[in-house]
Each structure stands twice: as C-alpha cells, then as structure tokens.
C-alpha cells in the first residue's frame, strides 16, 4: 500500500507529460487530414474589345483606311481624291461627304431617266389626266413648262423626302449642327419596299459599289446632257436620232 500512492502519482504524471508533449507537435506530425478536391477554374475566354464605333452594314470605321475604309475605291481608279477632300476628316465629315456623294448619284440617275423618257413622251402629253399640260422641246425647258399644281405637288413631294431623310440620319440641329447620326450608314434611309438589300455584308458593298459606279457616270451624263442642250438648243433624244 506504501507503493500505491507512488506508482498513481508517476503514472498522473507521465500522463500529464504525454498530454502536454501532443499538444506541442508539429501540424506536420499530426495524423494527416482527409484529401479535399481543389476544382480550378477554366480560364475565361478572351472576348475583342468593342469597336469604338459601331458597325454599319458591314462597315467599321478605319480611321487609317481610305474614306475610312467605305466602299467606293473602284478599279480603274481605285483611292482617286487628287484634291484631298477625304483627308484628315473625322468619322462625321467622312459620313457626311459619303451622304451629299450617293445622294447626288441618286438624283442624277432618275434625272438621265427623265430627261429621256421626258423628251420621248413630250409629244403624248396634254389633254390627258395623267399628264394635262401640253410639254415640248429639250428636257431643260420642262419643269418652266408645268402647270402651278403640278409645280406645287412635286416641291412638296421633294420637301417630304428630305424631310424624312434629314430625321433618320442627321442630328437635330439644336444638338449639333450638319452632324450624320452615329449609328446612320450614309444613304441607307430604311426604304426597300422590293426587299433588295442584301443581308451579307459582303453582297452588301457589292451592291454600293454598284450603286456608286453608277451614279458617278450619271452625274457625268446629266452634266452632259445640259450642256448639250444649251449649246444648240435640241432634245437629247433629237440629237440621238438626228
């Protein structure tokens, strides 16, 4: 019995010196843990930076490119502004050129149209609803010929087409004066009742350029054609057949 006392007091002790002995180890001396799964992330995609400017049928504007990069560069000539009137100008100047450029070919190829189709039906007018005053001569002399109500309803045909022209791509003047909308294409006022503007931005510029070639030729032709007729005062549809 005089042992007992002794051996539980050694033995409290050793315990108590194990006990504090675990509580010093080393985290890498523990028992290891259980495994976890680390999931990695996949990488995100890269995604292109926006262009600044938005893309208009097809066309971003390049501000390094030729007439920012618009179709129009056509063989023969190719990049022909000898004068330099698309050089050094921002992306509204350069949409505002292209606008005055296709509406002007516009106007000139409906004006060679009427100035043959005008002459050759000259002798057929008067005395009919479709066409009451009586027309002769050379094309230049026409419009001087029409009545006050046909004068009238043509200047006022001509003020609603601009009209509407100017609220689809212009800027209201009290924001910015002569200013192209950013997201207006010069020329594309949204009028295609036959459905032919195509969808691809490649048959898309191919179909300017078209447009385009077009239009230069008849605004050369026009100016011929008024010319012609000042000089010796005939039709051209006379001096064709004469």
């Known amino acids: 019995s005089s042992r007992g006392p002794s051996i539980?007091?050694?033995?409290?002790?050793?315990?108590?010196?194990?006990?504090?002995?675990?509580?010093?180890?080393?985290?890498?001396?523990?028992?290891?843990?259980?495994?976890?799964?680390?999931?990695?992330?996949?990488?995100?995609?890269?995604?292109?930076?926006?262009?600044?400017?938005?893309?208009?049928?097809?066309?971003?504007?390049?501000?390094?490119?030729?007439?920012?990069?618009?179709?129009?560069?056509?063989?023969?000539?190719?990049?022909?502004?000898?004068?330099?009137?698309?050089?050094?100008?921002?992306?509204?100047?350069?949409?505002?050129?292209?606008?005055?450029?296709?509406?002007h070919c516009r106007v000139a190829m409906l004006a060679v149209v009427g100035y043959l189709v005008g002459e050759a039906v000259a002798p057929l007018t008067g005395g009919n609803f479709i066409a009451p005053t009586s027309i002769s001569g050379p094309a230049n002399s026409h419009l001087g010929q029409q009545n006050l109500f046909a004068f009238t309803a043509l200047t006022i045909t001509i003020g609603v087409g601009e009209l509407y022209r100017a609220l689809v791509g212009w800027v209201p003047p009290t924001e910015s004066a002569f200013t192209i909308r950013e997201n207006y294409y010069p020329g594309d006022i949204g009028f295609d009742p036959l459905g032919l503007k195509p969808s691809s931005p490649a048959e898309f510029k191919a179909m300017q350029e078209r447009e385009l070639s077009n239009g230069r030729l008849a605004m050369f032709a026009v100016a011929g054609f008024c010319v012609q007729e000042i000089i010796n005062g005939k039709g051209i549809v006379e001096n064709l057949l004469s």
């Not at 028992?31 to 097809?58: C, D, Q, Y």
């Open 8 to 103: 539980r007091t050694r033995t409290a002790s050793m315990l108590a010196l194990t006990l504090s002995a675990q509580a010093f180890v080393a985290p890498a001396m523990r028992a290891p843990l259980a495994p976890s799964r680390v999931v990695m992330s996949e990488e995100a995609p890269v995604v292109p930076e926006a262009p600044a400017t938005p893309t208009l049928n097809g066309w971003t504007y390049d501000p390094k490119a030729f007439v920012g990069g618009l179709p129009g560069a056509i063989a023969p000539l190719g990049k022909f502004d000898p004068a330099g009137f698309c050089s050094d100008k921002s992306l509204s100047e350069i949409k505002r050129i292209r606008e005055a450029e296709i509406m």
